[in-house]
């Protein structure tokens, strides 16, 4: 991409210097993708509004949709809620002028893209409507490679749709055909991915590892290393991983016999990280030979980007083995290679990641120096925004990293700066957090502060929160505007008001919902029970009791955000949970349920490569083993609890685990007391508990209702967890089936689009009252899609899909009518099993509605 970016700005030089507007926009238009292949999308956009610009000046309308239509490809690689919403309003409106325009093939295209956007949003209904219109359109143009482009993304968004995959296979060798036709052996290889993935759907094994196995022939062939990469990857996410690992050195021999060293090195990047996840003496030994071929392979291929990426999985081997200090080293060497090869974003990688390796250390001088040759890098190459953003992540990295306030908030103000010169409203409100933060952690040092001072700059933290919420509602950036009212409950914490703590925590939440965001609402609920856990922290530290409804509102909070973690896939999320469920457990006098959650947290965080949540489960467990009086065992915990704890320098968890020490010496040796087993009761509805076991701090009367349903979704939220394992959502082994899981996320929220939003400190209550967290009864769109699989089940069934609730409803977007018009598939069939247009016959009326 940099080669190409030096290519298109010489281009766009020259054009300029002509006066040639027409060609400038074209050249821009090619800058707007190199840009995106260079992770930089907003100056892909700053590219695509001037050839926008070009093409107004010479009346060029129809250039000036192709901008649109790269402006809205451009907002979906951002991926981000805001910038979906502005790539389908552009995509609307170059659909809509490329059609008047007569621009056939341009149309088609911008049909695919409306598709993908649509399924970037778990939209899958809408997705499957435009991409059939795509291929219908395609299909009367006479043009192989148009159609067989078509039809692939048609089965792609089938796929993951969920569809039938018998269907999608259909479709698959279609476009497989017309790649053939066409004699384009690039798209062939797109096209058997696909194919793969749907037999693999099907269940249909060694179909799949077939298909790979041609597509893997055709990448060497074509000497594609992206497309050799790309099939690689599906063989990895297809096949068992002792398959993997066995084809990975197949074709390692193979390329070696035939002297291709690209191809080779890169089996060996494949290779490592599969051979690191185990523990047998044998292949450690061989992933570090490995490594060192890679590295000789890579000097002898003598090109800068091949060298860094050598280095970066020699950096990964030594890493495993706990040698940072080499492993730091092989990343520098590696961020120098590619700045020889001018690609600015991997060598930036590069140093961020020595950063931490010498963090990881202590040297914490070398890490900072490291951080500011990364920002020179950026501001070397004149990339502002990233030079920005750079100087943004050192005042986080300040914060968060135990370093210095103060330096967090010198940072974070520079960054304010440099936003404010970009008009950035967005990386401006994320510096304004960010800057908050630093100057909160600076007032609670109160050894240095006094109490009236502190108040008052408390006051000011506020103020730049509460001028960051607003900024973040400006750019309708929902993430965000949450981030910012979970600060402000924060300093509402500190302060000691707990009601307008928890009333802030409960706002972020209904903005989470809103956004209709599963993690994001997954964070709010974790700072709900934050809320809850500071509120019992303070009462402990003055040496009262901790509130019986903290403890279970803090419970219920993390349960619920436990399970949508476990959906999403965040190991690490859902280690951090299950420590903080352990310790609720704990102090809801439960050590026996908070011993098996902690068990649960660290070989969960086991998984992971930050030992941070291993560090803090660790000490859970720790603090459960002590409170069952079980010595030898709390003993034999708290001596590895106290290496990690070391050597991550955490000097507050070590200061507890002295404690937790003293306290397990003081046990008596041998067996534990016996602990009289116990079933617990559901618990009991708020306005039950009896006025002398609830000694909390906070009037909660006005929270009384919606923490009805709260103090009860303990157990609502287990059988909530049971329910997503019925539903294919979270498979018996505790992995989550990722995309029924975002299927049920969309189609649950269109289900729900009409009802009203609660006030905003209430809590979500998503069922009746016998069931307060869901429904029993299926929803609309659960029906719809049983009703769907029932009819791709039965061949015979010719009957069209009875409409549901969604297709009755006022259109949103006022583009579907027109789309209805003209957009038939038409009746031709295929060689395979069932013919294509016989599938899009059951389902007209469905796709003509939608």
Request: proline share 4%; charged share 25%.
């Amino acid at each position: 991409p940099a080669a190409a970016l030096s290519v298109a700005e010489r281009h766009e030089r020259y054009f300029a210097s002509v006066h040639r507007p027409s060609a400038l926009g074209r050249i821009n238009l090619v800058s707007c993708e190199v840009h995106c292949a260079m992770g930089r999308p907003k100056e892909g956009q700053k590219s695509a509004r001037a050839a926008a610009e070009c093409f107004k000046r010479v009346n060029d309308k129809v250039g000036r949709l192709l901008s649109s239509k790269a402006l809205a490809e451009v907002s979906l690689k951002m991926a981000t809620p805001a910038s979906l919403r502005a790539a389908l309003r552009d995509a609307e409106d170059a659909l809509l002028g490329l059609r008047k325009a007569n621009e056939r093939k341009e149309e088609v295209e911008c049909l695919t893209l409306l598709s993908k956007i649509h399924a970037a949003q778990y939209e899958y209904e809408d997705a499957v409507a435009f991409a059939k219109a795509a291929a219908a359109l395609a299909q009367s143009l006479n043009d192989p490679g148009v159609l067989a482009s078509a039809l692939l993304s048609l089965a792609s968004v089938l796929l993951a749709a969920d569809e039938d995959a018998e269907l999608v296979s259909q479709i698959a060798c279609e476009a497989l055909d017309l790649y053939k036709q066409n004699g384009d052996w690039l798209g062939e290889i797109d096209a058997r991915l696909v194919l793969a993935k749907s037999y693999h759907a099907e269940g249909l094994l060694n179909y799949a590892m077939d298909t790979l196995q041609t597509a893997l022939k055709l990448a060497r062939r074509v000497k594609s290393r992206k497309h050799f990469g790309d099939v690689l990857d599906c063989v990895k996410a297809l096949q068992p991983e002792h398959l993997v690992q066995h084809l990975l050195r197949e074709e390692y021999q193979l390329a070696g016999q035939e002297r291709d060293r690209s191809r080779a090195l890169l089996c060996i990047v494949r290779l490592a990280p599969l051979l690191l996840k185990t523990e047998k003496e044998e292949q450690l030994e061989e992933v570090q030979q490995l490594a060192s071929e890679a590295v000789l392979l890579a000097s002898e291929i003598g090109v800068p980007s091949e060298e860094a990426k050598a280095q970066r999985c020699l950096s990964d081997v030594l890493a495993a083995n706990r040698d940072f200090a080499q492993a730091a080293q092989c990343l520098e060497v590696a961020s120098a290679k590619h700045r020889a090869a001018n690609d600015i974003c991997s060598a930036t990688e590069a140093l961020r990641s020595a950063a931490g390796l010498k963090a990881a250390l202590g040297q914490d001088k070398e890490a900072t120096q490291l951080y500011l040759e990364q920002r020179n890098l950026y501001k070397n190459a004149g990339w502002k925004e990233e030079e920005a953003t750079a100087v943004l992540t050192m005042a986080r990295l300040h914060l968060d990293g135990g370093g210095d306030p103060k330096e967090a908030s010198k940072a974070a103000k520079e960054a304010i700066t440099m936003y404010q010169k970009l008009q950035d409203k967005a990386g401006e409100a994320q510096s304004l957090l960010v800057l908050g933060s630093a100057q909160l952690a600076m007032s609670n040092d109160s050894s240095k502060v006094l109490r009236t001072v502190r108040s008052a700059k408390q006051g000011e933290v506020l103020k730049l929160l509460r001028q960051a919420q607003t900024m973040f509602q400006e750019v309708d950036d929902a993430a965000g505007e949450s981030q910012a009212l979970q600060a402000v409950a924060e300093v509402y914490l500190v302060q000691g008001l707990q009601e307008e703590a928890v009333k802030s925590s409960h706002e972020a939440l209904k903005v989470a919902q809103v956004a209709n965001n599963m993690s994001l609402e997954a964070d709010a609920l974790r700072a709900i029970a934050a809320v809850h856990l500071g509120i019992i922290d303070q009462d402990m530290s003055e040496g009262a009791k901790p509130g019986k409804k903290d403890v279970d509102f803090a419970l219920s909070a993390t349960l619920e955000s436990l399970t949508l973690l476990e959906a999403l896939g965040d190991l690490e999320g859902q280690t951090v949970s299950l420590t903080k469920v352990a310790k609720l457990q704990r102090l809801s006098k439960d050590p026996e349920a908070a011993l098996a959650t902690a068990k649960e947290a660290l070989q969960l965080a086991s998984k992971l490569e930050d030992p941070q949540p291993e560090g803090k489960a660790l000490m859970e467990l720790s603090e459960a083993l002590v409170a069952l009086k079980r010595k030898q065992d709390a003993e034999t915990v708290l001596d590895s609890a106290k290496i990690m704890l070391t050597e991550l320098r955490d000097k507050e968890a070590l200061q507890r685990l002295e404690q937790l020490v003293k306290a397990a010496e003081k046990l008596p040796d041998g067996p534990p007391p016996a602990i009289a087993a116990q079933v617990k009761p559901p618990p009991p509805a708020v306005d039950s508990i009896p006025e002398e076991q609830a000694e909390d701090s906070v009037d909660w009367s006005a929270y009384q209702e919606s923490y009805k349903t709260l103090a009860k979704s303990q157990e609502a939220a287990l059988r909530r967890r049971n329910r997503l394992i019925g539903d294919n959502i979270v498979g018996q082994d505790g992995q989550p089936n990722q995309e029924a899981r975002r299927q049920q996320s969309r189609f649950a929220a269109q289900a729900g689009a009409g009802r009203e939003l609660p006030p905003a400190h209430l809590l979500p209550t998503r069922g009746s009252d016998q069931s307060p967290q869901f429904e029993s009864k299926p929803l609309p769109w659960q029906e719809k899609l049983q009703r769907a699989r029932d009819m791709s089940g039965s061949k015979g069934n010719s009957q069209p899909e009875a409409p549901n609730e969604r297709t009755t409803q006022k259109n949103v977007f006022p583009l579907r009518p027109v789309l209805a018009n003209n957009y038939e598939m038409p009746g031709k069939t295929t060689n395979q099993e069932r013919p294509l247009a016989a599938h899009h016959q059951q389902t007209a009326a469905a796709a003509a509605a939608a």
